[in-house]
C-alpha cells in the first residue's frame, strides 16, 4: 500500500468497522511487525479488529478496491515462524475478539466456533458438556483453535487423527475476492440454522461437490481468505483414564510397540518425548529441567487409555491388559511413575493449556523449532542429521529437546527439534536461527517433508516441488486475483519461482 | 434361437465387468484374480464378455455393422465359459455364452468366415474328425488292445476317443492306458473305430450348427446300433457336446454319458479299481473347461422369464464335473495335491477351445502359458488334467516356455497306482 | 479434433495393438447403462480408444490431445456413465493396462497402486501381510485408485476405516495439459506417505465429497491408508455368493440389528460410534436385498400387504460385524453393543452360520452388493449423502416418501420403499444415506424414471435442507442450476477451476 493511501485505507477501514476497532498505536505495530530475525520485520500499518463476517468481507472488498495487504491472525500474541507477519507493508485482520463459541453439540460432538475461540475457553464449554477439545501438545493459553487446525498442528490423540484436516471440518471463508464461501456439509442448502433444524451438524468435511476449498484454504498461512468461523470435531470426555509411560535409552526399542499399538488404534493420548522435552514440560526452570534431564531416561513414550460412556473401567483394563502384551513382546515395561512425574502430573499437563511462559521457552526464555513429517521408521535417520548439525554448530547435544507426534493413526509422524536459545543475547539468537537455516536444508535434503513451510522454510521446500508450486498459484490466482492476502507467503512470492 | 432373442440379456449387462474377473470371493491374490483369457490379452472392453454382449447388441441396433472385427472379437474367444459364471452370481437374466454363440453364428450365415474355421469344418465334411487326418486312421490308436468293435458286435459300454485322442500321436499312450485300465477293472469296451466321427461341437461352436447336427444323428445312430448302455469319453469337448449341445439341439443319445474320470471314479468307488501303488508325485489339477463349468447336462429351455428360472435350471457351470477327478486323485497313495487359485467352476482355460487352438494359436499359447505359471505357483511338478485338447496346450505351452513341468492326463496317475505298466 | 495424424502419433506412442478406432471395439465403451439419469444405455462412442501402459503414456497421450484440442476421458474399471464420454469426439483413455500395486509399506500401513489394480486384489495381497482397504459399496471389483481420487468412496468399512476420499495419501496426477502433479509428501520427494502440503493441500482441487470423474486430468498412482486386519492371512472360502462356505474366526461377531422407529435407530448410530466399537456397519435396504436375493420372492409378495408390512418392520436396522484384536476387546464390544441395542429398544440378532459365513466374507469382500443388479438390471440413487445422523435420518424418511409414489405408479420395483443404503463413517464422524431405487432399464416406462426421480429427490433436499448434494451430482449441469444457488455457488467455483487447469474441457467431465 502506498504511503498515501495509507490513510485512505484506514479511514475506510475505520468506516467499516468504527474508530475503536482499528489500531495505529506504534508499540502495538511493531509487535506486530516482529520477523525474529528469521523473517525481515514487516510493516504494520494499522490492526483492524472486525466483528463479524460482514466486517470482514467489506475489508477483503475494500483490500481490492485500495490494493491493502491483509495480513489475518486469530491469536493476539505473534507466532514465533513469520506467517503472520506482514511482508513489507500490511494491514493486520486480528480476530482474536470475534471469540464467540456458536454452538456446541453434545449429540454430534461438534462446535461452531469463530477464530478467536482460544483452547482454554474452548475446553470448558466442551467439559461442560462431557466433551474433549483435540489439542496439540501443551498448546498457549490464549492459542486460538482455528489457528492451530488452520494450520495442520498435530494433535496428540492419533486415533483421532483420521485426515491431515482434523480436526477441521466446514469452514466458512471471505476469500480474497471478497466472496463468501461454505465448505463440506456447511455448503448448503439451507442457512445454518435450517440446517440444524434438519438434522446438520456441518460434519461432513468434504466439498461440496467436487472440490474441497476447506483444504486450499488450511495450510495457507491466510494467504487465500479469511476465515471466519468453522465446524471442529470434538471427542468425548473420558469416563475413566489412565496414563502409562514407556522409556527406553534408544528410540529402536520403542519403534515396533508404537507401530503395533497403533495399528491395533490402542491408546488416546500417544507421543514421544526425549529427556529434554519431557523436563523442559515438567519443570520450570533451567536448573530444574537440567537436572531432570540427567534423571530420564533418553526417550519416553506417554500414553493413555481410557473408557467412555459404557464400561469405562472394562475397556481400559482390556487396552491396559493388550498394550502390557505388546509391551512384553519388545521387552519394554509399562510405568505409572517416572522421575519427577506420576501418571497424574502428567495427566494434568496434557490436559491443559500451558500457563505462564511456554513450556519449550522455560529453559532459556525463547526457542527455535523445526519441525516437519516423515514416517516413524525414518526418524532415527533425521535425529541423526539434527545431531550432525548441532556438532557443526557448537550447540549442545543435550539441550535439544525432540518431540515425536504419530498422526493419522500412526501411518505418518510430526517430528519436531527445540532450540532453546536467549532471544536477549544477539550471538545465541544468530547461533541458532543460522542453525536452523542450515539444519533444515540438510533435514529436506534428507527427505524430511516441511508440510507447513514457514518463513525461511518456504522458499527450501517449494524449491523441491516445482509443480506443486504452479498448481497452488494458479489457486491463488481462483480465490485471490488481487494478490491482497498476506502477500509474499508461502510460493507467493518473486523468489519461489516455478 | 437367434441373437436378437438375446436382446434383453445384453441390453441387461450392467457393465460391471464381473465377468473379467474370477467371482470376487475367490480372488486370492493379484497375479491370479483374472477369469477370461480374451480380455486379458486383447485388453479392450470389447473382448470381454461384457464387450461382446455391447458389440452384438450394437449390430442388432444397427450401430456397427458385421465386420472383420466383430469377427475378431467374436473368435478370439476360447468361450470357456468363465465370464458366464462370474457373470451369474450377480445375474439370473443374462446367458453370456449363448450371446457369443448366436454371434458366432451370425458371422458364419452372414459369410463372415474365418479361414482356418473353414479349413477345419472342410476337413470334418472330407474326413470326419476336425484335423483333416485320414478318416481310414482313426482307430489306429486301439490297436492291440483287442477291443470290441461296435460296428460289428455289441458291448456294454461305448469309448468315444475324439478327434485328438484318436490322432495326436503325443497323446497316444494316455488313451490307450486308460483303456487298459478299464479293461482290467473287467468293463466290456467297444469302439466304432475308423467308423468314431467327430462329436461336432468344435464346429457348433464356431458357428457351424448344421454341421452339429449332421454328426450328431450320425453318433445317435451308432450309439444305439452298439447296444452300449453307457457312452464313455476321456475328451471333456466331446463330453461337454453330449451332455449339453445334442439335447439342446434336440438330439438324445439314449444312453449314460460319462467322462472318463467319472467312469473311473466308480470304478475305484465299487473296488473294481484298486488304487494300491504310490505315486509320488506333487501334483496339481487343471479343470478343463468342457468338464467342469461346460460340462453339466442341459436341463431343458426355459420358456419366459429368465429372472423366474429356479437356481437349479441356470446353468451356472456349478454342476460340472468337479469332485471326481479330485476324489481320485486323493485316493491316490503317496500323491499330494495342491491346489491352484483359480479351480472348479472358475478356473483358467488351457486356450484350446472355442476354434482358438486352430484360428488364434497365439492366444491359445498364451493361455496356457498363464496357466502353467499358475501351476508353478503352487510348486506342483507336474499338471494333471483329463482332456486331451488341455494336454496338447500345456505340453505346447511348457516347451515353448523351456518349463520343466510333467503333464498328465489323469488316467495316467490311475494307470500308475493301480499297477498297470505302460506300454 | 481426432485426425489421422493425432491417431498415428498416439499409434506411436502405445503401439498398435493398444489403439483403436474400429466402431465394434468403440461402441462396446458407449454402453453405459448404469449412474445415469436419461433413459437408454447408449453414450456418445469415443473416437478411438487407447490403452496406455505407463505414467510416461499418460502423459504423452494427454500431450497430444491437448496439442491437438482433443478431449479425452480416462477411466479405471470403467462402470458407469460418469466414467465414458460426455460428448463426441473425446478419445477414451481405458487404464486397464496399468494394474500393478506398486508398494506395499506395512509398517506406515499404506498401499500405492495404479488404476486398474481392483480392490479385491489389493484386498488379497494386504491381507497376507495382515492389512485390509476400505472398499466401496460397488464391491471388490472396483478401482480403489478411482475411489480415492475421482469417484465417491462409502462402503461398509465407513465406521472403521472412513471414507475413500480422506483415505488419500500421496497422489500421482496427470494434469489436463499433461503435465505430472505429484501431490504431497510425494511431490517434495519424501516418499509416498502424506497427500497434503506443502502448505495448502491439493487434493482440495483433485476432489471434494466426490471427484471429477475424469474430468481433471488422469490419476496414475495412489497411496491409501491400509488398516489391521485382525483375520486370517489366507482366508479358506468356499462358493461363488450365496453358497459362501468358510470359518469365521473366534475374534469375529456377525449381528443384525433391528430399532423400532428412525429416532431409536439413529441414537443406537450415536452411541456406536461414541462408543468406538464396530470393524463393518451397514444399513441394507430390506426390500432391495430381498430382491437381490431372491427375486422370485419378491415377485410373489409385491401384492401381498400384510407381507410386505412384516418385512418393513426390519427397515431401521443395520448388519453390524465386530472384529476383535483380543478377548477382551471382543468382550467389550460384544458387550457394549447390546447394551445399546437395550437401551434403545432394539432387536440383536446374533447371526449364526451358514448366513454368517456369508455375510461374514461378503461383508469384508464386498461381494454381495452387486446383486442388487439381479432384478432389475440396474438401480439408481437420486437422494443421499453424508451428514450427521439425525440429518440422514431424515433425508430417509423424505426419501421413503417419494420412492412410494414411484412404486405406487409403477415406475419402479417394489422394494418397500424401505430406504437408504449407508452407515457410520470414522466411528460417527457421519452417517451416509442413498435413496436406492431399482429400475429396469429394459423396459420403456421404467428407463424413464430415474430422470423424473432424481428431479424429485433433489427438489426435495433443497427444500428441506437435507444437507449436501450428494448423489444429485449425476443429474447433470441441471442438478448445479439448482443446487449451486442455494450451496455457496460451489459450481461458481468449480468453473473457476477447471477453466484454469482445463479451459478447452479436454479432460472430458461427463456430468458437468
Known amino acids: 500500500m502506498a504511503s498515501e493511501s495509507n490513510a485512505v485505507g484506514i479511514q475506510e477501514l475505520i468506516g467499516i468497522v468504527g474508530k475503536d476497532r482499528v489500531s495505529t498505536d506504534r508499540e502495538l505495530l511493531l509487535k506486530y511487525g516482529r520477523g525474529g530475525g528469521l523473517v525481515p520485520d514487516g510493516e504494520p500499518v494499522c ?40 511482508s513489507g507493508e500490511g494491514v493486520i485482520v486480528d480476530l482474536s475478539e470475534m471469540r464467540e463459541i456458536i454452538r456446541l453439540d453434545r449429540r454430534n460432538k461438534v462446535a461452531l466456533i469463530e477464530p478467536g475461540v482460544t483452547f482454554g475457553q474452548l475446553q470448558a464449554a466442551a467439559a461442560a458438556e462431557g466433551l474433549k477439545v483435540l489439542m496439540p501438545l501443551i498448546p498457549g493459553a490464549s ?42 456439509g456447511a455448503a448448503g442448502p439451507g442457512t445454518l440454522e435450517e440446517q440444524w433444524a434438519s438434522g446438520a451438524a456441518q460434519k461432513n468435511p468434504m466439498g461440496p461437490a467436487h472440490t474441497d476449498f476447506a483444504k486450499l484454504v488450511q495450510g495457507g498461512q491466510g494467504t487465500m481468505g479469511i476465515v471466519t468461523w468453522a465446524s471442529v470435531k470434538l471427542e468425548l470426555l473420558p469416563r475413566a483414564r489412565r496414563l502409562f509411560f514407556i522409556q527406553a535409552e534408544d528410540l529402536g526399542e520403542l519403534q515396533g510397540f508404537i507401530y503395533k499399538a497403533l495399528r491395533l488404534r490402542l491408546g488416546d493420548e500417544f507421543l514421544v518425548l526425549n529427556n529434554f522435552s519431557l523436563a523442559s514440560i515438567l519443570r520450570e526452570n533451567r536448573e530444574r529441567i537440567g537436572a531432570m534431564t540427567r534423571k530420564q531416561s533418553t526417550w519416553t513414550l506417554v500414553f493413555c487409555v481410557a473408557g467412555y460412556e459404557y464400561f469405562p473401567q472394562e475397556r481400559i483394563a482390556f487396552q491396559e491388559n493388550d498394550i502390557r502384551e505388546i509391551t512384553r513382546a519388545f521387552g519394554l515395561e509399562m510405568k505409572e511413575e517416572i522421575p519427577g512425574a506420576s501418571a497424574e502430573t502428567m495427566m494434568r499437563l496434557l490436559d491443559n493449556t500451558a500457563g505462564g511462559t511456554h513450556w519449550k521457552s522455560r529453559y532459556s526464555g525463547g526457542c527455535r523449532d523445526i519441525f516437519f513429517l516423515t514416517t516413524l521408521d525414518r526418524v532415527a535417520a533425521f535425529i541423526e542429521v539434527m545431531n550432525k548439525s548441532l556438532v557443526t554448530a557448537d550447540y549442545p547435544m543435550e539441550e535439544m529437546g525432540i518431540y515425536i507426534q504419530p498422526i493419522q493413526h500412526g501411518r505418518a509422524c510430526h517430528l519436531e527439534f527445540n532450540l532453546p536459545y536467549d532471544p536477549d543475547d544477539i550471538n545465541e539468537t544468530e547461533k541458532v536461527n543460522n542453525l536452523l537455516l542450515r539444519a533444515s536444508e540438510e533435514l529436506l535434503e534428507a527427505g524430511a517433508f516441511f508440510s507447513r513451510p514457514y518463513g525461511p522454510w518456504a522458499r527450501m521446500a517449494y524449491a523441491r516441488c516445482p509443480d506443486s508450486v504452479e498448481a497452488l498459484k494458479k489457486v491463488k490466482g481462483i480465490v485471490d486475483p488481487g494478490g491482497v492476502m498476506n502477500r509474499g507467503k508461502l510460493c507467493f512470492t518473486e523468489e519461489v519461482r516455478t | 434361437m437367434t441373437l436378437d432373442d438375446y436382446r434383453l440379456d445384453m441390453m441387461g449387462c450392467s457393465r460391471c465387468s464381473m465377468c473379467k474377473w474370477v467371482p470376487l470371493n475367490q480372488v486370492k491374490s493379484w497375479r491370479y484374480a483374472r477369469s477370461c483369457p480374451s480380455i486379458s490379452k486383447y485388453n479392450f472392453h470389447a473382448y470381454s464378455g461384457s464387450g461382446k454382449m455391447n458389440v452384438a447388441l450394437s449390430l442388432l441396433d444397427g450401430r456397427i455393422e458385421l465386420d472383420e472385427t466383430v469377427a475378431d472379437i467374436a473368435y478370439k474367444c476360447t468361450l470357456c465359459g468363465a465370464c458366464d459364471v462370474s457373470c451369474k452370481v450377480y445375474r439370473d437374466d443374462i446367458e453370456l455364452c449363448e450371446v457369443i454363440e448366436e454371434l458366432r453364428e451370425l458371422c458364419v450365415t452372414e459369410g463372415l468366415l474365418i479361414p482356418e474355421h473353414m479349413i477345419m469344418i472342410d476337413s470334418m465334411k472330407k474326413e470326419d474328425n476336425v484335423f483333416g487326418e485320414p478318416k481310414s486312421e482313426r482307430g489306429n490308436w486301439a490297436e492291440g488292445l483287442g477291443l470290441k468293435d461296435v460296428n460289428s458286435e455289441s458291448a456294454d459300454v461305448l469309448f468315444h476317443a475324439g478327434c485328438r485322442f484318436s490322432y495326436d500321436e503325443d497323446l497316444r499312450g494316455k488313451v490307450r492306458g486308460s483303456v487298459r485300465l478299464l479293461l482290467d477293472a473287467g468293463a466290456d469296451i467297444g469302439i466304432a473305430g475308423k467308423e468314431e466321427s467327430c462329436c461336432g461341437g468344435r464346429a457348433y461352436e464356431v ?120 476324489d481320485i486323485l486323493k485316493a491316490i497313495p503317496g500323491l499330494k495335491l495342491s491346489e491352484m487359485e483359480r479351480v472348479r467352476e472358475y478356473s483358467w482355460c488351457c486356450g484350446a477351445g472355442g476354434g482358438v487352438l486352430e484360428a488364434h494359436p497365439d492366444l491359445a499359447l498364451w493361455s496356457a502359458t498363464e496357466r502353467i505359471r499358475e501351476a508353478g505357483a503352487t510348486g506342483a511338478e507336474a499338471i494333471v488334467t483329463a482332456c486331451p485338447w488341455c494336454e496338447r496346450s500345456f505340453i505346447d505351452a511348457i516347451s515353448e516356455m523351456g518349463e520343466e513341468m510333467a503333464v498328465y492326463d489323469l488316467t495316467e496317475l490311475v494307470t500308475m497306482s493301480a499297477g498297470i505298466g505302460g506300454e | 479434433m481426432m485426425t489421422d495424424d493425432v491417431y498415428r502419433e498416439m499409434e506411436s506412442v502405445v503401439g498398435e495393438e493398444n489403439i483403436s478406432r474400429e466402431p465394434a471395439i468403440l461402441d462396446s465403451y458407449a454402453f453405459q447403462p448404469f449412474h445415469r439419469a436419461e433413459p437408454g444405455s447408449w453414450i456418445h462412442r469415443p473416437a478411438a480408444v487407447v490403452l496406455p501402459g505407463s505414467t510416461g503414456e499418460v502423459q504423452q497421450i494427454v500431450k497430444i490431445c491437448h496439442r491437438n484440442k482433443v478431449s479425452y476421458k480416462a477411466h479405471s474399471t470403467g462402470w458407469g456413465a460418469h466414467s465414458g464420454p460426455g460428448k463426441e469426439g473425446v478419445i477414451q483413455i481405458d487404464l486397464r493396462r496399468m494394474d500393478r500395486i506398486l508398494e506395499i509399506d506395512e509398517e506406515n500401513m499404506y498401499v500405492v497402486v495404479e488404476p486398474y489394480a481392483i480392490c479385491a486384489q489389493v484386498q488379497a495381497e494386504l491381507m497376507k501381510r495382515g492389512l485390509n482397504l476400505h472398499i466401496i459399496g460397488a464391491g471388490s471389483s472396483t478401482s480403489p485408485l478411482a475411489a480415492c481420487t475421482s469417484h465417491m468412496g462409502m462402503g461398509f468399512t465407513g465406521v472403521s476405516m472412513g471414507y475413500s476420499g480422506r483415505s488419500v495419501l500421496g497422489v500421482e496426477w496427470v494434469l489436463p495439459d499433461g503435465e505430472l502433479l505429484r501431490l504431497g509428501s510425494l511431490g517434495s520427494g519424501s516418499g509416498w506417505f502424506c497427500g497434503d502440503g506443502p502448505g495448502p493441500s491439493l487434493r482440495g482441487i483433485m476432489r471434494g465429497w466426490a471427484g471429477y470423474d475424469g474430468g481433471l486430468g488422469v490419476f496414475t498412482g495412489v497411496a491409501i491408508k491400509t488398516f489391521h486386519w485382525p483375520g486370517p492371512r489366507e482366508p479358506e472360502v468356499e462358493g461363488l ?71 418393513k418392520a426390519a427397515q ?90 414411484f412404486i405406487d405408479r409403477g415406475l419402479i420395483y417394489d422394494d418397500l420403499a424401505d430406504v437408504m443404503w449407508g452407515g457410520l463413517y470414522e466411528q460417527g464422524l457421519f452417517n451416509h444415506q442413498e435413496e436406492i431405487m431399482i429400475f429396469n432399464a429394459r423396459d420403456p416406462r421404467q428407463a424413464k424414471a430415474p430422470e423424473e426421480f432424481a428431479k424429485a429427490c433433489a427438489r426435495t433436499a433443497v427444500e428441506e435442507h437435507l444437507g449436501g448434494i450428494g448423489f444429485a451430482l449425476f443429474g447433470g449441469e441441471k442438478m448445479h442450476d439448482l443446487f449451486s444457488p442455494v450451496t455457496s455457488d460451489y459450481y461458481k467455483w468449480e468453473k473457476k477451476i477447471k477453466e484454469t487447469w482445463d479451459p478447452d474441457d479436454l479432460s472430458n467431465q461427463t456430468f458437468r
Open chain 1, 47 to 86: 490492526v483492524v479488529y472486525p466483528r463479524d463476517s460482514e466486517d470482514i468481507q467489506r475489508i477483503v472488498k475494500l483490500a481490492n478496491a485500495v490494493g491493502l495487504n491483509l495480513v489475518p491472525r486469530s491469536s493476539s500474541i505473534p507466532g514465533a515462524l513469520g506467517g503472520a507477519v506482514p
Open chain 1, 143 to 184: 492459542g486460538s483453535v482455528l489457528a492451530s487446525y488452520l494450520e495442520r498442528e498435530p494433535i496428540t490423540i492419533p486415533k483421532y487423527h483420521w485426515d491431515m484436516t482434523d480436526p477441521l471440518l466446514c469452514i466458512e471463508v471471505i476469500f480474497g475476492t471478497g466472496d463468501m464461501f461454505r465448505t463440506g
Open chain 2, 207 to 326: 458357428g457351424y450348427r448344421g454341421e452339429m447336427d449332421n454328426y450328431a444323428d450320425d453318433v445317435v445312430a451308432r450309439v444305439k446300433a452298439s447296444g452300449a448302455t453307457v457312452l464313455v469319453t476321456p475328451c471333456s469337448d466331446c463330453y461337454s457336446t453330449f451332455k449339453y449341445f445334442y439335447p439342446r439341439a434336440g438330439h438324445e443319445l439314449g444312453v449314460e454319458v460319462l467322462h472318463i474320470t467319472e467312469y473311473i471314479d466308480r470304478l475305484v468307488k465299487d473296488r473294481r479299481i484298486a488304487l494300491s501303488h504310490d505315486v509320488p508325485l506333487h501334483v496339481t489339477y487343471h479343470d478343463p473347461c468342457h468338464l467342469g463349468r461346460r460340462g453339466e447336462p442341459y436341463l431343458g429351455k426355459w420358456e419366459g422369464d429368465k429372472l423366474l428360472r429356479p437356481l437349479s435350471r441356470k446353468r451356472a457351470g456349478r454342476n460340472g464335473i468337479f469332485d471326481q477327478p479330485r
Open chain 3, 241 to 311: 455368493l450365496f453358497d459362501t462356505k468358510t470359518e469365521v474366526p473366534d475374534n469375529f461377531k456377525v449381528f443384525l440389528c433391528y430399532f423400532p422407529d428412525y429416532e431409536r435407530w439413529a441414537d443406537a448410530y450415536y452411541r456406536i460410534g461414541e462408543a468406538e466399537i464396530a470393524y463393518i456397519m451397514s444399513k441394507n435396504p430390506i426390500g432391495a436385498m430381498i430382491w437381490a436375493f431372491t427375486p422370485h420372492l419378491m415377485r410373489k409378495i409385491t401384492d401381498m400387504p400384510a407381507i410386505k408390512t412384516a418385512l
Open chain 3, 316 to 405: 431401521h436396522g443395520c448388519h453390524v460385524m465386530i472384529a476383535a484384536n483380543s478377548p477382551g476387546d471382543l468382550d467389550y464390544q460384544v458387550k457394549t453393543l447390546k447394551r445399546i441395542i437395550e437401551e434403545t429398544e432394539g432387536v440383536l440378532i446374533d447371526v449364526k452360520p451358514p448366513f454368517e459365513s456369508m455375510l461374514w466374507w461378503s461383508g469384508v469382500r464386498v461381494s454381495a452388493v452387486q446383486a442388487i443388479f439381479r432384478p432389475g438390471g440396474t438401480f439408481f440413487v437420486g437422494l443421499g449423502g453424508d451428514e450427521a445422523v439425525d440429518n440422514t435420518m431424515l433425508q430417509a424418511k423424505f426419501g421413503e416418501k417419494i420412492k412410494q409414489d
